[in-house]
């Protein structure tokens, strides 16, 4: 009998193990680049937006990832991105389609978003 005690023991600590419930980790930005260059054949500015994403649970588990640029009037620009490789999330804008001006202040919000609601965020400048 007690044999079978140690064994219902051992399977009820196992299903419990098995059924616990997930407890969602956020995504992880680990780099941000945001450039603007003059382009020739566009006649304009290109801004190049590039955000370096991770997620210790599953790496598709993010599901989005935003750029926010507030400029010294308090204007906001917004970007949604792209995922272009394992890590990597860009976009590309021409500067005309934009309120961006290459070489202006601008502070910077990059928030990046998972399947569960977690999110990471990120505060940096562009100059």
Same mark, same amino acid.
């Given at each position: 009998?007690?044999?079978?005690? %140690?064994?219902?023991?051992?399977?009820? *600590?196992?299903?419990?193990?098995?059924?616990?419930?997930?407890?969602?980790?956020s995504?992880?930005?680990?780099?941000?680049?945001?450039? *603007?260059?003059?382009?020739?054949?566009?006649?304009? !500015?290109?801004?190049?937006?590039?955000?370096?994403? @991770?997620?210790?649970?599953?790496?598709q @588990?993010?599901?989005?990832?935003?750029?926010?640029? %507030?400029?010294?009037?308090?204007?906001?620009?917004?970007?949604? &991105?792209?995922?272009?490789?394992?890590? &990597?999330?860009?976009?590309?804008?021409?500067?005309?389609?934009?309120?961006?001006? *290459?070489?202006?202040?601008?502070?910077?919000?990059?928030?990046a978003? @998972?399947? !569960?609601?977690?999110?990471?965020?990120?505060?940096?400048?562009?100059?």
């Open positions: 009998m007690k044999i079978l005690r %140690y064994f219902q023991a051992l399977l009820l *600590c196992f299903i419990i193990t098995l059924t616990s419930c997930y407890t969602p980790t995504p992880d930005i680990f780099g941000v680049h945001i450039s *603007c260059h003059f382009n020739g054949s566009y006649d304009d !500015y290109m801004w190049i937006f590039q955000v370096w994403v @991770d997620h210790p649970i599953q790496l @588990d993010v599901r989005e990832v935003e750029v926010f640029l %507030y400029n010294a009037y308090g204007e906001m620009s917004y970007f949604s &991105l792209r995922p272009d490789g394992k890590y &990597l999330w860009n976009d590309i804008a021409i500067e005309q389609n934009t309120n961006l001006t *290459c070489g202006r202040w601008y502070d910077v919000d990059v928030l978003t @998972d399947y !569960y609601g977690s999110t990471d965020n990120l505060q940096s400048y562009y100059q």
